[in-house]
Nanobody, 128 residues
Framework: QLQLVESGGGLVQPGGSLRLSCAGSGFTLDDYAISWFRQAPGKEREGVSCINRGGDRNMYADSVKGRFTISRDNTKNTVYLQMNSPKPDDTAVYYC?????????????????????WGQGTQVTVSS
């Protein structure tokens, strides 16, 4: 079965750090660009960050720029989201998604295009 599996969520204090992982199961992630999304209760899903197949290009939502870092290790078939200095507003379920679309397509539409695979999500709660 082809799927994405997120892990690493949990409770973190404001100003702390947390690293989320997105692992591919049944397929190779290096054929895909990967994006992280999040959804808080009562709010619309929000694009957080995106990384290209090679790991040398990325994009971030303004709300997380300078605090979150996306990276990937294709030898481990895993993409990461390092969350530094999280704020209570970062509390949400975080999802990763995979697409074969080209980076040129993603630059303009990574938040809204249709992805090939989605993970089940991992809860992140930022609270003291």
């Amino acid at each position: 079965q082809l799927q994405l599996v997120e892990s690493g969520g949990g409770l973190v204090q404001p100003g702390g750090s947390l690293r989320l992982s997105c692992a591919g199961s049944g397929f190779t992630l290096d054929d895909y660009a990967i994006s992280w999304f999040r959804q808080a209760p009562g709010k619309e899903r929000e694009g957080v960050s995106c990384i290209n197949r090679g790991g040398d290009r990325n994009m971030y939502a303004d709300s997380v720029k300078g605090r979150f870092t996306i990276s990937r290790d294709n030898t481990k078939n895993t993409v990461y989201l390092q969350m530094n200095s999280p704020k209570p507003d970062d509390t949400a379920v975080y999802y990763c998604a995979a697409t074969r679309r080209s980076w040129l397509n993603l630059v303009f539409a990574w938040r809204s295009l249709e992805y090939d695979y989605w993970g089940q999500g991992t809860q992140v709660t930022v609270s003291s």
